[in-house]
Every structure is written in C-alpha cells, then in structure tokens.
C-alpha cells in the first residue's frame, strides 16, 4: 500500500515593477518560486490529506521541477486596488479522502469567499451532494503604488526531469 497523498496549502503576497514579477515574488512567499506550475483540475484522490502550511514549509524540491497544483492567482495595477486568491475544499461523505479544490480570484475578500462557496455547492449538487467543505484559504493584497500579486496554491507533487523520461 502507498502513502496517503499530502496535499500542501499555502500562500503569498508580492509586489513588483511588473505584473509577473509581483507575480513572481507572491510564488516566493508562498514557497514554490522555483518550480513549473503544472496546473492539475482540482480533483482530490481517494486517501488524501489536506494541510495548511507556511510557505518555508511547502514541498521541497530542486530548482525548476515541475509542481503539480491548483492554485489561485490575482493582480492589480491600480493604486486603491486589491487582488484575492482563494482555494476551498470539500470531501466525500463517505470517508474515502477523495475530495474537490475549487480556486477563485477576484478585487475582494467577499468576492472571492462567496464566489468559493457557491463553486464547493454547485460541485456538489452536480455529484448528488455528497461532498461537504472541508476548508478554504485566502490572501488578499492591496496595490499602493507598484503592481501586487496574491496567490494560494495547492500541492500535490512535484517530479523532477530525470522522472519524466526521455522526451527526445
């Protein structure tokens, strides 16, 4: 038998001169700058684990592997602006650990969390109801002069390059 899957949970704020580089400093904050995102679709595997962590305490990894995750990513440019992440969770009635991510962005907090929870019942109902939430994170930000970037992530796994085979 495997290990059960440790989903990690973590987030970041950053500015920047650009939009990528705030972009890029709210990947430090939340721990995972140094990989390739692989955006995955949201789907918990049977058996896993979700843990909110710092991002000191994401997966650990070398320099450009790739990451598999959701994640939430915001932006603003405009001073007054604000930029929300968020990720929510649920997971099966049934105990098995298999669950869903839902990721939402928006310029608010109450944007963000309603937009969440409409996602996690609308997921549900579609799959009979059987799914309740089991957690949500959230980082927000507001731009003062230079452009800001929020982002929570999810990780799943990440592989390295020797994993991959041979592409050629």
Known sequence: MTDALTIRVSSGAGTGRT???AFDAA???AGVADYNLVRLSSVVPPGSRVLEVAGADQLVGAHGDALYCVYAEAHAQLPGH?????VAWSLRDDGSGA????????PSHEQVETDLTHSLEDLSATR????HEAGRHLVGITCETLPVAAVVVATFRRAGWEEAGDAR
Do not use: K, N, P, R
Request: aromatic letters at 14%; glycine letters at 22%; a negative charge.
């Open 19 to 21: 939009t990528l580089a």
């Open 27 to 29: 990947l430090m904050a």
């Open 82 to 86: 604000e930029a929300w992440a968020g």
């Open 99 to 106: 669950g869903l991510f839902v990721e939402h962005e928006g």
């Open 128 to 131: 009979g109801g059987t799914y």
